[in-house]
């Protein structure tokens, strides 16, 4: 049974740094893509970031390019975003989520659309960028 588990959120002042970790489980990540997405207030969820478990390759939303760091621990099962010089539009609930069936830039667009056994989402972890 697949099954992620978000950590790390928290409230952080603008231009502060904060690290997600993405804990999972019941797969082995050579055959899936982990992706983080979040969702602000009154507006839909969007990708941010992925990582290939093939071959470590890594993707972002141009929002968060040079921002945003995602890597894996292969030995620990798991993800993580590094965000530093955060803003108050980084404001939202962050998601892991894990599918066999796309990578890349492309996972990052249709993430948000996709359930069932498509996917497989976490539960969610806040971070709240505020004074």
């Known amino acids: 049974q697949v099954q992620l588990v978000e950590s790390g959120g928290g409230l952080v002042q603008p231009g502060g740094s904060l690290k997600l970790a993405c804990a999972y489980s019941g797969f082995r990540l050579d055959y899936y893509s982990i992706g983080w997405f979040r969702q602000a207030p009154g507006k839909e969820r969007e990708g941010v970031s992925c990582i290939s478990g093939s071959d470590g390759s890594t993707y972002y939303a141009e929002s968060v390019e040079g921002r945003f760091t995602v890597s894996r621990d292969n030995l620990k099962n798991t993800v993580y975003l590094q965000m530093k010089s955060l803003k108050p539009e980084d404001t939202a609930v962050y998601y892991c989520?894990?599918?066999?069936?796309?990578?890349?830039?492309?996972?990052?667009?249709?993430?948000?659309?996709?359930?069932?056994?498509?996917?497989?989402w976490g539960q969610g972890t806040q971070v709240t960028v505020s004074s």
């Open positions: 989520a894990a599918t066999q069936y796309y990578s890349g830039n492309y996972y990052l667009l249709v993430g948000p659309t996709l359930s069932g056994d498509k996917i497989d």
